[in-house]
T-cell receptor, first 113, second 116 residues
């Protein structure tokens, strides 16, 4: 199936460090979404981006919608142990329909206290 | 308010059997989507229902089917199970269609299916 290109695949960091991950595609999207999934749970929406160039924050999380509309970035500042999980980027395959999402394969984050 | 509820959470089936998974969306949400999640392929879109009608369909074989009831609850069915169908099946609901702020998609905890 179709997927977004997400990197890095995994990260192991020390508590307090900042984290950056990104997602790219050869296609243009009107929406970029970032989700977090913890073990045994479904994905939970962290940040939604609807405009090229948009920079949006949610607490220690900041995400940006790339100017080219082909990429997005997620940053986590001052990481804490509860940041552990898998972070996914997602984007709607068809404009006007954000229920049919395509996804990156995720960035697995481990935080060493 | 209650989130998206999926049942059963875990199940084991034998090759060739069929399985039905259930999803109760958040109250007031009319759109229900289903996704398959596997380690190798990530999340793959199965189909989406809105007001009892299938509006979108992913690239899965006809063994995968679904339906939505008048109360927006949805079921998906997989017939003639194969080993490769082992996965986490996620249901997601949203209030309505459209790619715009506020129409957030909420996921359930998923149903873990193991085919042996």
């Amino acid at each position: 199936g179709q997927q977004l290109n997400q990197s890095p695949q995994s990260m192991f960091i020390q508590e307090g460090e900042d984290v950056s991950m990104n997602c790219t595609s050869s296609s243009i999207f009107n929406t970029w979404l970032w989700y977090k999934q913890e073990p045994g749970e479904g994905p939970v929406l962290l940040i939604a981006l609807y405009k090229a160039g948009e920079l949006t924050s949610n607490g220690r999380l900041t995400a940006q919608f790339g100017i080219t509309r082909k990429d997005s970035f997620l940053n986590i500042s001052a990481s804490i142990p509860s940041d552990v999980g898998i972070y996914f980027c997602a984007a709607p395959l068809n404009a006007g329909n954000n229920r049919k999402l395509i996804w990156g394969l995720g960035t697995s984050l481990a935080v060493n206290p | 308010k209650a989130g998206v509820t999926q049942t059963p959470r875990y199940l084991i089936k034998t090759r060739g059997q069929q399985v039905t998974l259930s999803c109760s969306p958040i109250s007031g949400h009319r759109s229900v989507s289903w996704y398959q999640q596997t380690p190798g392929q990530g999340l793959q879109f199965l189909f989406e229902y809105f007001s009892e009608t299938q509006r979108n369909k992913g690239n899965f074989p006809g063994r995968f089917s679904g339906r939505q009831f008048s109360n927006s609850r949805s079921e998906m069915n997989v017939s003639t199970l194969e080993l490769g169908d082992s996965a986490l099946y996620l249901c997601a609901s949203s209030r309505e269609g459209g790619d715009r702020p506020g129409n957030t998609i909420y996921f359930g905890e998923g149903s873990w299916l193991t085919v042996v």
